[in-house]
C-alpha cells in the first residue's frame, strides 16, 4: 500500500502547482509541474488500457493489431517461463496512446564531456535522463538546457518502466502501440528489456540498469529465435543486426577517441577544434557505410545529422557493460535464475565495487 499512497501523494502536491513549465527548472525532478505531468501522464495511459484478452476478443480489432497483440501474449510467458522474468500483470493489457512515442526524453552533456547530467526521482533515484509525456516540454527543457550551455538531445522512446514498485494489476505497466511498430523481434526485445528492469535496478546507475537489460533483451531474443520454424525471421533479424552492430561500433569508436581528447592536457580551444574534426570524421564515415554498405539507408541520417556529446553518452549507457553481462551470463552456466540473482547481487554492492566486477569481465 505504501507505493499506492505515494503516487497519491505525489499526485495531490502536483495538483497544487500543474503550471510548473518544463523550463522552470532544469536541475530539480521534484518541482511539483514536473511531479504533475509525470504523475498525470502515467495515470492517463493506465486509464487506457484494456486486458489484451479482451482487445483480442473485440470484433472490432483490426487483423494486423490482432496479430501482434497474440505475439504479445506468447512472448510475454515465454519471458516469465523461459528467461525467469517476472510473471505479474505487467504487459498483459493494451493501450493505443494515440502518438509515436510513450515519453520523450531528454539528455544533456557538457561541451567538453561525455558524461551525462543526472537527474533524481521518486522511485527510479538518479538517471542520465529526463523523461515527459508531452513533446513540447521536453523541447522546452533541452532549449534551457542549451541557453546554459549544454549539449541536448530529446528522443522518443517506445517503453518506460516503473519498475514492479507500484501495487495490483491496475498499475501495472501496459503494452503500447509504441512497442508494435517494428519488427517482430522488436517487440520481444522491448518486452524481454522492461521486464529485465523489474528484476535488478541499480540506483543511480543507468549504465548498469540499461546494460543489463539490453543483455537480457539481446540473449533472450536469440533464444527465442532458436526454438525453430522462424528460419525467415532469424535472416532478417541477423541482416538488421549486422548493421545495428556496425552503427554500434562506428559509434563507440567515436566516442573512445572523444572521450580521450576531453581528458587529454591540452588546452580547451584545441578541444573544440578535435571535437569539430572528429564530428566531420564520423559524419564522413557514416555516409560511407550508409553509401557502400547499407544500400543507401537513410535511417540513420537524423542521429547523425543531430550527433554530439549527449547523444554519443546516452548511447555508450545502453552499451558500455552488455558484453559484460554476456559474459556473465556464460559464467552462470546459461542459467536464467542464476544469472538474475548475480546481478541483483552487484546492484547491491557500491558502484565502485560494482564497476570493478564487470570490468573484469570485459
Keep these: 500500500m505504501r507505493a499506492l499512497r ?32 509525470s504523475v498525470a501522464g502515467h495515470l492517463q495511459m493506465l486509464a487506457a488500457a484494456r486486458p489484451v484478452d479482451e482487445v483480442l476478443a473485440d470484433p472490432a480489432t483490426p487483423d494486423d493489431l490482432r496479430q501482434r497483440l497474440e505475439l504479445s501474449r506468447t512472448l510475454r510467458d515465454y519471458a516469465s517461463r523461459a528467461l525467469a522474468l517476472p510473471d505479474n500483470a505487467s504487459y498483459r ?31 527510479l533515484g538518479c538517471v ?7 513533446k513540447a ?29 507500484l501495487p495490483g494489476s491496475v498499475f501495472a505497466d501496459p503494452l503500447l502501440n509504441t512497442f508494435l511498430r517494428g519488427a517482430e523481434v522488436d517487440l520481444a526485445r522491448l518486452v524481454f528489456h522492461e521486464l529485465a528492469h523489474q528484476v535488478a535496478y541499480a540506483d543511480g546507475d543507468t549504465t548498469f540498469n540499461e546494460s543489463y537489460a539490453t543483455a537480457v533483451e539481446r540473449i533472450g531474443s536469440r533464444q527465442w529465435l532458436a526454438q ?12 538488421l543486426d549486422r548493421r545495428r552492430a556496425e ?11 572523444l572521450e580521450a581528447l576531453y581528458r587529454s592536457d591540452v588546452p580547451d580551444e584545441d578541444k573544440r577544434r578535435g571535437k569539430a574534426l572528429l564530428m566531420v570524421e ?34 555508450a549507457a545502453y552499451n558500455a557493460q552488455v ?5 556473465l551470463f556464460e559464467q552462470q552456466g546459461r542459467d536464467w535464475p542464476r544469472f538474475h540473482a548475480e546481478v541483483r547481487r552487484l546492484a547491491a554492492l557500491p558502484k565502485a565495487e560494482r564497476d570493478a566486477a564487470l570490468a573484469s569481465l570485459q
Design 6 to 37: 505515494t503516487l497519491s501523494l505525489m499526485l495531490a502536491v502536483a495538483l497544487s502547482a500543474c503550471a510548473t513549465t518544463a523550463a522552470d527548472d532544469v536541475d530539480s525532478a521534484w518541482r511539483p509541474g514536473y511531479l504533475w505531468q
Design 93 to 123: 493489457r493494451y493501450a493505443d496512446l494515440g502518438r509515436s512515442a510513450a515519453v520523450w526524453n531528454v539528455v544533456a552533456a557538457p561541451e567538453l564531456s561525455l558524461k551525462l547530467k543526472t537527474w533524481c526521482f521518486p522511485v
Design 128 to 134: 542520465g535522463y529526463r523523461g515527459y509525456f508531452d
Design 137 to 165: 516540454e521536453a523541447e522546452m527543457l533541452a532549449s534551457a538546457l542549451r541557453a546554459q550551455g549544454w549539449e541536448a538531445n530529446v528522443y522518443g522512446v517506445p517503453a518506460y518502466s516503473t519498475l514492479g514498485k
Design 228 to 239: 525453430g520454424g522462424r528460419e525467415a525471421l532469424i535472416a532478417s533479424t541477423e541482416a
Design 247 to 257: 552503427f554500434r561500433a562506428m559509434t563507440m569508436r567515436a566516442r573512445d577517441r
Design 282 to 315: 564520423l559524419r564522413a564515415e557514416y555516409a560511407r557505410w550508409r553509401d557502400e554498405s547499407w544500400g543507401g539507408d537513410r535511417a540513420y541520417d537524423a542521429w547523425f545529422d543531430s550527433v554530439n556529446n549527449a547523444r554519443l553518452g546516452v548511447l
Design 323 to 327: 558484453p559484460a553481462f554476456e559474459r
